[in-house]
């Protein structure tokens, strides 16, 4: 199949002063065009025209598979890469990269087993989590935000969700960043490895749990995962392995990545005492809510989505073809002024808020209650703890596609 020459328009989204800070260019394409083609896709940079596609399943999946065989060669890029076959294995079989009907049943069975009860029932112990986490930064004059506060609790909660041993946690992050790091638009040969032993590696793990919680069942979510069944269907082996591998990735990445960037951000804008003074005064749980819907909106953690055109048709006026690819700008939708009011603007109140963080449609994010109360306790105890925050050093790690900040040195004057 052809793909349309290059245009005009490209984001360099390798460059390390993109990545540092790719509004200013996300704007500039945005307002120029409303999509572009580059690297092969079909970049679209308006919220109307994402929205469009990530409510339209029948035209836009995740999967290629849904258009083309690997076998058929019908594009070089969709041919099996060897190097890559657990992951690729690991990508077919959750909702993330399924579409109808496989996707309906994958997420009828999980939702039996991942229920609003179930992460309701989280809420007392993040709060546990959160005030450990922050005792054990008190007496320190200097802290890793990422490292030492935005990372322990996610991880802590989706291993306790999943019923993880402690001795086995470490090794989940180094797992999940090596795993998601193969949704950059071009991984080098020591990420596609790193990766493929990360994905080994912990579904190995997994089923030696779910041999585990067969024998003995726990009050976590991989024995309800085992038990769940509807209609005479239950998950497979690999579906459930698979299922929690993304609740890890997708679990903890863009919590981490949020909190971390919506810290800066308020650093950088002044409103840090604006959250400080809500804490204090004991605003309600719907104020940092409200918040961290915004910051995730002015600072997307997750920039970056694809999806395969299906059938023919035309998005944002240029006509596509089945097995052409579509990179959705989620960060540069959330900025868009045809959605909303001073997009560049941090405005902590702002409601409603419809943006494209968590998506849109039937791949809506399963976990967004649990990020969202995660998020709040953390901005929360965060401003309790340390009111007069500074930030020293920071600097961007990986790619574009999950964005987020590798180190941020913080310290409390």
């Excluded at 749980?285 to 997750?302: C, I, K, N, Q, V």
């Excluded at 941090?346 to 409603?352: Q, T, V, Y």
Aim: hydrophobic content about 40%; some cysteine; proline content about 7%.
């Amino acid at each position: 199949m052809s793909v349309p020459d290059a245009s005009p328009f490209s984001l360099d989204l390798t460059a390390p002063e993109f990545i540092r800070d790719p509004y200013p260019a996300l704007d500039a394409v945005r307002e120029a065009t409303p999509a572009f083609w580059q690297q092969e896709r079909l970049f679209i940079t308006r919220y109307d025209d994402i929205a469009r596609v990530l409510k339209d399943s029948r035209r836009f999946g995740r999967s290629a598979h849904n258009v083309l065989s690997r076998d058929e060669g019908a594009l070089p890029h969709l041919n099996a890469d060897p190097r890559r076959a657990s992951f690729d294995a690991f990508n077919s079989n959750h909702l993330l990269d399924s579409e109808p009907p496989k996707h309906t049943r994958l997420r009828s069975l999980v939702q039996l087993a991942f229920t609003p009860r179930r992460v309701e029932g989280l809420r007392e112990r993040i709060g546990s989590i959160v005030e450990g986490v922050v005792e054990g930064l008190r007496e320190r004059e200097t802290f890793d935000l990422v490292r030492d506060y935005s990372e322990p609790l996610p991880v802590t909660v989706i291993a306790e969700l999943l019923g993880v041993p402690q001795e086995e946690r470490h090794q989940l992050r180094p797992w999940s960043a090596a795993i998601v790091r193969l949704y950059e638009l071009n991984p080098s040969d020591q990420a596609i490895s790193e990766a493929e032993r990360a994905v080994l590696d912990f579904s190995a793990l997994l089923r030696s749990l779910l041999r585990q919680r067969r024998a003995n069942p726990q009050d976590d979510l991989i024995t309800a995962l085992a038990e769940v069944e509807q209609a005479g269907e239950r998950l497979s082996e690999q579906e459930l392995v698979d299922t929690c591998i993304l609740l890890l990735n997708a679990g903890h990445e863009a919590s981490v990545n949020g909190l971390t960037a919506g810290v800066l951000n308020l650093w950088r804008s002044g409103q840090w005492q604006d959250v400080v003074q809500a804490a204090q005064q004991n605003a309600p749980e719907s104020y940092f809510r409200t918040a961290m819907e915004e910051l995730l909106r002015f600072d997307t953690p997750l920039p970056m989505f694809e999806r395969w055109v299906q059938e023919e048709t035309e998005v944002a006026g240029v006509p596509v073809q089945p097995g052409q690819k579509l990179a959705l700008l989620y960060a540069s939708g959330n900025r868009d002024p045809r959605k909303f009011d001073a997009p560049g603007e941090l405005r902590l109140g702002r409601d409603p808020n419809p943006h494209l963080t968590f998506g849109l449609g039937i791949h809506y994010c399963l976990g967004a209650p649990l990020a969202r109360l995660e998020l709040s306790a953390s901005l929360r105890a965060l401003a309790l703890a340390f009111p007069r925050l500074e930030v020293d050093e920071f600097g961007y790690g990986g790619g574009f596609v999950i964005r987020g900040l590798e180190r941020m040195d913080v310290r409390s004057v």
